[in-house]
């Protein structure tokens, strides 16, 4: 019986065992991640459609936030670029402005409830009839109990939506 307890003693030390030697060079690699991880910048990756996906990281509800990114240059938009109106409470474009690199786009989102959220905006050329692309939003959205994200580069808090709190109504100056 001791000779079985040291059988199923040795299979679980040799279960929690680390490599050593040479191996333990990419065995480190467990520990740093990816490049694009550790971007601090909004990110915007282009579909397979052609439209762009622009994640902006962790966000707090009730929250407006001015975000500015860059959509790369391409011949599908010209040089004057314009939103087209799409009835959305949430995100507004503020202005698009074509530089060397592309399209600098600064919207106001404001985080209205907690999750992943996807907000779409349609840019339209003003030259070319047909061409237009869409570009959607993604945030991830705290509840306001978890603390303050901190911001990638190019998303500025501009200010906290107003409500309701009732601790506020309980509170009565000293005369």
């Not at 030259?127 to 570009?135: A, I, L, N, Q, W």
């Amino acid at each position: 019986m001791a000779a079985a307890n040291k059988a199923g003693a040795r299979a679980k030390v040799g279960g929690v065992r680390f490599a050593s030697g040479p191996s333990v060079e990419t065995s480190q690699g467990h520990v740093h991640f990816d490049e694009k991880l550790h971007d601090s910048v909004v990110m915007v990756t282009q579909e397979k459609d052609g439209n762009f996906l622009v994640k902006v990281g962790f966000l707090k509800i009730m929250h407006k936030y001015e975000i500015t990114f860059t959509l790369p240059a391409g011949p599908w938009l010209g040089q004057n670029v314009c939103a087209v109106p799409v009835p959305n409470l949430n995100l507004k474009v503020l202005s698009i402005t074509p530089g060397s690199e592309g399209y600098s786009v600064k919207c106001e989102y404001i985080a209205h409830k907690e999750g992943v959220l996807k907000e779409e905006m349609v840019l339209s050329s003003e030259t070319h009839d047909s061409s237009c692309v869409k570009v959607v939003v993604q945030a991830r959205v705290m509840d306001r109990h978890h603390g303050t994200p901190m911001l990638l580069e190019g998303v500025r808090c501009v200010g906290a939506e107003l409500e309701y709190d009732s601790e506020q109504s309980d509170w009565h100056g000293f005369d």
